[in-house]
């Protein structure tokens, strides 16, 4: 074959190359579109209202240890949203280690410039900032992130990320104030029911089983999302998330989180309640009920939580008993 002949053959299967590479981007960016904006019509309209919060000011993560407040929020009609949940989210960037803190809403605190509340107050007063204030004064926490998400929007995310439901075992007939009735057994939720289940709270363990219930779901729904079916269905998932999520953190972060998490896929997320077992006691005061704790004995049991040594992480197990 002459050089001339050669070279034409070689520019032919780089012409070749360059077409299947554009054609392969032109199709992504069409999956991609056409998906996402799939999402944003299962999102609907009925999305997060617009609220101005004052401006978050978490401190930046040091040593790669990073914590995002999550915050359920509850919007009806033109009431002003409350934050029914109320979770610590902790992620090492080192040791790609997921952690789970809830910190139960009746907890009796110390509200900067506001006196004494129960905790899920500082949202309705000052939004995500005055939490992650009150966490600080109070537990010596500091947070980086905030992410906000609308109940009205669970149920959608969830049949997103677990089409064919989550899986959880009812213990006894659920149906008071969730608007439906889920029975005894396992069972696989879709996302409707899902949130009838974490939201419950009429039972001998009130808000310390919801608790319960939404750490489990959590830990389920963390599985999912990293699956290969959720990799697939991410600009549909970005889409149905959006109008429902309101958060500060930046997309590199996001970014380096889901490739650690994909990375160490197989790890347990491990959780922790606060107050901890046998560290508080039921009492009223002029907001009502109340959850009057031993400050001291919970801030060290965070702390260690956060900040395990090697030989925690080996032999850790974490009691949520009410």
């Keep these: 074959m002459k050089r001339s002949e050669r070279r034409k053959k070689k520019r032919r299967g780089l012409r070749f190359v360059q077409f299947t590479i554009v054609s392969l981007l032109i199709i992504g960016v ?33 040593f790669g240890e990073i914590n995002v407040l999550l915050l359920g929020s509850d919007a009806r009609g033109d009431e002003k949203a409350r934050a029914d949940t109320l979770m610590i989210a902790h992620y090492n960037q080192t040791t790609n280690d997921v952690r789970l803190v809830s910190i139960m809403r009746d907890i009796y605190v110390d509200i900067p410039g506001h006196g004494k509340q ?25 947070v980086h992130y905030y992410a906000m998400v609308d109940f009205a929007g669970f149920s959608k995310i969830v049949d997103v990320i677990a089409p064919d439901g989550i899986e959880v075992d009812i213990p006894y007939t659920m149906s008071h104030g969730i608007y439906m009735t889920l029975h005894p057994g396992k069972q696989a939720l879709n996302g409707e029911q899902l949130l009838g289940y974490v939201r419950f709270r009429h039972d001998r363990l009130s808000d310390f089983g919801r608790v319960e219930r939404q750490q489990e779901v959590m830990t389920k729904l963390k599985d999912q999302a990293i699956s290969f079916h959720t990799f697939v269905n991410l600009p549909k998932l970005l889409g149905v998330v959006e109008p429902y999520i309101e958060t500060n953190v930046d997309k590199m972060t996001l970014l380096s989180i889901g490739k650690g998490m994909l990375l160490n896929k197989n790890a347990t997320m491990e959780t922790l309640r606060i107050p901890v077992a046998n560290s508080y006691v039921d009492k009223r005061e002029s907001v009502g009920e109340v959850l009057s704790i031993d400050f001291e004995k919970n801030k060290q049991a965070l702390k260690e939580f956060l900040s395990p040594t090697e030989e925690d992480n080996n032999s850790e197990t974490v009691e949520n008993q009410p």
Excluded at 30 to 54: C, P, R, T
Excluded at 119 to 139: C, Q, W
């Design 118 to 142: 129960k905790m899920n107050a500082a949202f309705a007063i000052g939004g995500p900032e005055l939490v992650r204030k009150t966490i600080k004064e109070n537990f010596d926490i500091d």
């Design 30 to 62: 069409a999956y991609w579109v056409i998906q996402y904006n799939h999402g944003l019509s299962i999102a609907g309209k009925n999305a997060m209202k617009d609220e101005v919060f004052d401006p978050f000011e978490g401190a930046e993560p040091v």
